[in-house]
């Protein structure tokens, strides 16, 4: 007899089958392939709701000041027409406390919607995503301008891109700025270089975070750096939404030719057109 467990290797991977690795792995950039369709405008919609809420919350008044402020001096929170002092923020952790189980209900249910419709990693990154078509082409144009030696035109792309992304990291920066110094004074000192170094730095700060989250980490910050992303899987149950794939239904993947019968040829549904893993953000999909 030994006190050891028996241990089995199982090979999840058919060793014939050649390995390839997707473009999270690969260490490579993730040029994203645009798509439309009914789920794709549910993400816009989503999108645009929370941008609006984050940039159009800061310039609403009420009663003569600013809606929704978070007074560091006087230490006092406003939100509409309720003031909330220090020994009021059980209330605040209240709120959270319900938020986080909703978002956790959700995850049950739905699986990872979170992350698709309303995280504001992905709303930001696909608002970024969205300047780099427009200033650089569609993925293959991307593909090739990046292989592309130096020239006029790729410069100029190439700096008409990070400009925007600049201008919508800052803009970012002094709505979030604004919800602890009222917004109105702030983009005055800011037009007037009259900032205080306190604000200059945060402005600094968040200005850069946005530009470098967005813009160059994306999908790294959802595959290494979100705590959520971690431990949401623990979660799912088998009832969950999930998109997944169906490795009895599409293996073996392979091309073949339209009315033929993939059965014959010792093939499954899947076509190996790699086209789920060109449309994911992460580059990884199912």
């Not at 009914?38 to 929370?50: K, P, T, V």
């Not at 392979?254 to 190996?272: E, F, T």
Request: hydrophobic fraction near 45%.
């Amino acid at each position: 007899m030994t006190d050891r467990i028996p241990a089995q290797i199982i090979e999840t991977v058919d060793p014939s089958q050649p390995i390839r690795l997707t473009p999270a792995q690969s260490g490579g950039p993730i040029h994203t392939r645009s798509f439309s369709g009914r789920f794709r405008n549910l993400r816009l919609l989503g999108g645009a709701l929370l941008m609006l809420l984050y940039f159009g919350t800061v310039w609403l008044n009420w009663n003569g000041r600013q809606a929704v402020l978070w007074d560091l001096d006087r230490q006092q929170f406003h939100i509409f027409g309720a003031t909330f002092w220090p020994q009021d923020f059980i209330l605040l952790s209240a709120i959270l406390i319900i938020a986080a189980f909703g978002l956790f209900f959700i995850t049950v249910l739905a699986g990872r919607i979170w992350c698709g419709y309303a995280c504001p990693q992905s709303s930001w990154t696909w608002m970024f995503m969205w300047v780099e078509k427009i200033t650089e082409g569609d993925r293959l144009q991307r593909i090739k301008l990046d292989a592309a030696p130096w020239s006029a035109s790729k410069l100029l792309r190439r700096s008409a891109k990070h400009a925007l992304w600049l201008a919508i990291s800052l803009a970012t920066a002094l709505a979030f700025v604004g919800y602890f110094t009222p917004v109105r004074d702030l983009v005055g000192d800011f037009a007037r270089f009259e900032l205080g170094t306190t604000t200059a730095f945060w402005l600094l700060f968040f200005t850069a975070a946005t530009y470098i989250n967005a813009g160059w980490l994306r999908e790294q910050v959802c595959l290494h750096m979100c705590p959520y992303s971690r431990f949401q899987s623990v979660m799912f149950d088998a009832d969950t939404l999930l998109v997944s794939y169906d490795t009895a239904r599409g293996e073996n993947r392979g091309a073949r030719r339209k009315g033929s019968d993939p059965r014959a040829q010792g093939l499954g549904d899947c076509v190996d057109c790699t086209l789920c893993v060109q449309v994911c953000p992460t580059g990884i999909d199912i």
